[in-house]
């Protein structure tokens, strides 16, 4: 088991790309713990790790708030004792013009997709620096709109560009304890671009400028995650994956 005695926490677990790292991770023997908004869903996605004889803890929280992330930080230290692997995925998406997008509906998606990666990393990193014996990884999930900017995304598209470059700064920093590195997706199938999608237009207009002619999958994603998350990545730190299906040579 590549993940056995390791801790992991995934946010935004609880549908997507992150219920599909979490159920990866688990699968290879890690503890995940499964952070979300929504005890629900993130018991349902605790229910299919335990079928299939994983070790999940589910701890419904909102990251974006600092109180809340000193006590999950709190949580894992009298929990595990340790952390091994954290994977910021949690994120929000929302399309408005410039013309009309408000400074709360701008901030909104700043703060989830943004401060969350900033502020979770900074309380949780505390933990992963202490007993500096084992390979530690973290991962934040940004997105092809943080290369290739977007109309009608630019609160979106400035969120993500920032989450590659501050992973960068934190991979600086936190060497050589953990390494940081950054996923940036290109169109997944999950209950974000869900709506987008049932548009049969605006699915032939993606499928058609992606090279490899599809929409990608939520374990294509956290197939790489996994990776990065691993010790096969253990001269991997800085570095932003493109899972883009080939949108950008396109
Ligand atoms: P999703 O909507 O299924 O997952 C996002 C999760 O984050 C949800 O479970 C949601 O409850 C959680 N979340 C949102 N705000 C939160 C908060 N304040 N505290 C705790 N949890 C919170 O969508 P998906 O696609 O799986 O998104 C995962 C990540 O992948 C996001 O960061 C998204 O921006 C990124 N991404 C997705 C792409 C796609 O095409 N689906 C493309 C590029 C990036």
Redesign the pocket.
């Known amino acids: 088991m590549r993940f056995g005695n390791k801790v992991a926490v995934i946010?935004?677990?609880?549908?997507?790309?992150?219920?599909a790292v979490a159920k990866r991770l688990a699968k290879e023997g890690a503890k995940v713990v499964l952070?979300?908004?929504?005890k629900q869903?993130l018991d349902r996605v605790s229910n299919e790790i335990v079928k299939e004889n994983g070790l999940s803890y589910v701890y419904p929280?909102?990251?974006?708030d600092d109180q809340a992330v000193n006590q999950l930080k709190d949580y894992i230290q009298s929990e595990f004792g340790q952390l091994d692997i954290l994977v910021n995925?949690?994120?929000?998406?929302g399309k408005s013009s410039i013309r009309d997008l408000t400074s709360e509906e701008w901030q909104r998606v700043q703060?989830?997709?943004l401060k969350?990666v900033f502020l979770v990393s900074k309380t949780l990193s505390e933990l992963m620096l202490e007993g500096l014996k084992r390979d530690r990884s973290i991962v934040n999930?940004?997105?092809?709109?943080g290369h290739k900017a977007g109309a009608r995304i630019p609160h979106?598209s400035a969120s993500?560009a920032a989450v590659i470059n501050f992973s960068k700064a934190l991979a600086a920093e936190l060497a050589p304890h953990v390494r940081v590195n950054s996923v940036?997706?290109?169109?997944?199938?999950?209950?974000?671009?869900e709506a987008g999608l049932q548009n049969e237009r605006f699915q032939s207009a993606i499928e058609q400028h992606t090279a490899l002619g599809r929409v990608?999958k939520?374990d294509e994603?956290a197939n790489i995650i996994t990776f990065l998350s691993s010790s096969e990545a253990s001269y991997m730190t800085g570095s932003d994956v493109l899972a883009d299906g080939g949108w950008l040579i396109t």
């Open positions: 946010t935004g677990a609880g549908s997507g790309i992150g219920a952070v979300g908004r929504t869903k929280t909102d990251v974006t995925n949690a994120g929000s998406s703060d989830v997709n969350s999930v940004a997105s092809l709109s979106y993500k940036s997706p290109g169109f997944i199938e999950t209950p974000l671009t990608g939520p994603i």
